[in-house]
């Protein structure tokens, strides 16, 4: 037997896998996060339900700060970019890092422009 064989699989480079309770807790977490964000846009949108005023300015930002969490966890956890290479990683999350910003961007222009022409 080979020295190579008697270390299990020979892609792990010494990364350690999440176990399967690791993926039950954040299949847990990530359905925490969905129940958050329904209840959000339910409050947000029924004015008979408490704290309504309060939630409802912000029930966007609310489901884009939620929505991206779980886009990490979803990234990071099932699509296993926490043990692959810093590469894939980089390359995987730059571009979106550079679209959110460049979405941030044209918000704020869009914004100035609305506010110029009236």
Do not use: C
């Not at 990364?15 to 399967?20: A, D, G, N, R």
């Not at 990530?30 to 029924?46: I, K, N, P, Q, S």
């Not at 779980?70 to 956890?77: I, Q, S």
Request: charge should be neutral.
């Amino acid at each position: 037997m080979s020295a190579h064989a008697t270390h299990g699989h020979g892609d792990d480079h010494g990364h350690s896998h999440p176990t399967p309770r690791t993926y039950l807790g954040v299949g847990v977490i990530l359905f925490a996060l969905t129940a958050l964000e329904v209840l959000a846009y339910e409050v947000g949108h029924r004015p008979t339900w408490p704290l309504h005023g309060m939630v409802e300015p912000i029930v966007v930002p609310i489901l884009l700060i939620l929505s991206a969490f779980k886009f990490f966890l979803v990234a990071a956890f099932y699509m296993h970019l926490k043990q692959d290479s810093k590469l894939f990683s980089n390359l995987f999350v730059w571009p979106i890092v550079l679209a959110i910003a460049l979405a941030m961007a044209l918000v704020v222009l869009f914004n100035y422009w609305v506010k110029e022409t009236y």
